[in-house]
């Protein structure tokens, strides 16, 4: 089971829109709409801010919007704030019934 | 607010075991699916393991498949994983998270961890 592959980093400017893709296979990420986006700052817990592909929990910011394509899932940061500065996962269910997560990409705010 | 307390992590030898718990409260865990997410130093995370709401249905990763067993105890508001055969690369951070009834990978929830460190 390799992970999903995300980029390792991607940057932005304040106020900017970036994308961090999530590829998978037709066994997982194209197989099914349970693709979950979380935010992980260093030493505290993973926060969901994406399920089920493009559903946000209450108390998320709606700058925070997910999407899918094929095999590939995306997560889009609208009106990028300084603290976004954060290492974001995909996850996926599998063909197997198990959950796969992505390798993380790790996003600066310039 | 939803809490999950791991607790059980510490140091241990190659090939030995150990069973970490995760205590929730101020929600019904009989209600929820629950995973086991872990994350060695500097790297990603990395999934282990999930149990259905009701305990019948079990799975794991490739890594620990053979050696881990995930169980929970609803009575007890309890969530475990005993951890057998241990290696050094299953040093780690291990959470415990919340999901909804049927899995859909709406983890909610997550602990703050606890430390396995595997090692001679």
């Known amino acids: 089971q390799s992970a999903l592959t995300q980029p390792a980093s991607v940057s932005g400017s304040p106020g900017q829109s970036i994308a961090i893709s999530c590829t998978g296979t037709s066994s997982d990420v194209g197989a099914y709409n349970y693709v979950s986006w979380f935010q992980h700052h260093p030493g505290k817990a993973p926060k969901l801010l994406i399920f089920?592909?493009?559903d946000r929990p209450s108390g998320v910011s709606d700058r925070f919007s997910g999407s899918k394509s094929g095999n590939t899932a995306s997560l889009t940061i609208s009106g990028l704030q300084a603290e976004d500065e954060a290492e974001y996962y995909c996850?996926?269910?599998?063909?197997?019934?198990?959950?796969?997560f992505g390798g993380g990409t790790k996003l600066t705010v310039l | 607010q939803v809490q999950l307390v791991e607790s059980g992590g510490g140091v241990v030898q190659p090939g030995r075991s150990l069973k970490l718990s995760c205590a929730a409260s101020r929600f019904t865990l009989r209600s929820h699916a629950m995973h086991w997410v872990r994350q060695a130093p500097g790297k990603g995370l990395e999934w282990v393991a999930i149990i259905s709401y009701d305990g019948n249905y079990k799975f794991y990763a490739d890594s620990v498949r053979g050696r881990f067993t995930i169980s929970r105890d609803n009575s007890e508001n309890t969530l475990y994983l005993q951890m057998s055969s241990l290696r050094v690369e299953d040093t780690a951070v291990y959470f415990c998270?919340?999901?909804?009834?049927?899995?859909?990978?709406?983890?909610?929830?997550w602990g703050q961890g606890t430390l396995v460190t595997v090692s001679s």
């Open positions: 089920d592909v493009s």
């Open positions: 998270a919340r999901d909804s009834r049927y899995s859909s990978g709406r983890i909610d929830y």
């Open positions: 996850i996926s269910q599998t063909s197997s019934i198990t959950w796969l």
